[in-house]
């Protein structure tokens, strides 16, 4: 009987050694589009999972939903999987005013607001992106989208604010670029277990003026691009990193 990983629902050794996480499974479907040969391997819960070729290279493509609980299931799963290398493909809000909608990040490191991985190991433990996934996706970026910043991120746990004060406008002037969910799981998850991993983000508007659902516009045309970006130059670095 084949062995399979809880709640993602993959068999283990299934999953190539490169893989592109996201948090939306219509998107990791989308990506699959992108691939060659392409087998469907679990779709549970938010986690769908599918394999496929790249330019003749293995790769998985794999949701993971929304804020570091779950995706820390999907990404321990992943490893468990066979996963070498993951590069997380998403949107964020912005911290920085210079900065428009459908700009692309490039993560460095993480500030560990996820609420999750201090759980994990000690706050002082950096949450650091694989510097050779970094490099890959600058020099992928130059012919895609040379306007691609590099530069540190912040995770956080929530979505919506509460009662409490953030500490959005401390890192803004601090410098940090954006504000998304997942990537310093990503990134303390892939250090401690011995794998590589990245992140690139697409900035969907500023994370200091709150929009209500009727106004937000998710994806105007500028955004739909920067998706469409983001994910090429993934796939072009995934399949040139070592591993």
Known sequence: MEKIVPIID???NKIARRVIACGDPARAEKISKRLENVEVVAKSREYWTFNGTYKGVPVTVSSHGVGGNGASVSFEGLILGGAKVIIRVGTCGTLQ???????????????RDDGITSQFIPISYPAVASMDVVAAMQEAAKEINPEARTGIITTSGLFYTGLMPTNNRLFSEAGVLAMENEASVLFVIASVRGIKAGCIIAADGPCFEFVGSEEFNHYPEKMAKAVEDEITIALESIIKVEV
């Open 10 to 12: 993959i068999p283990y």
């Open 97 to 111: 005013k210079d900065m428009p909608q459908g700009a692309l990040i490039i993560a460095t490191a993480a500030c």
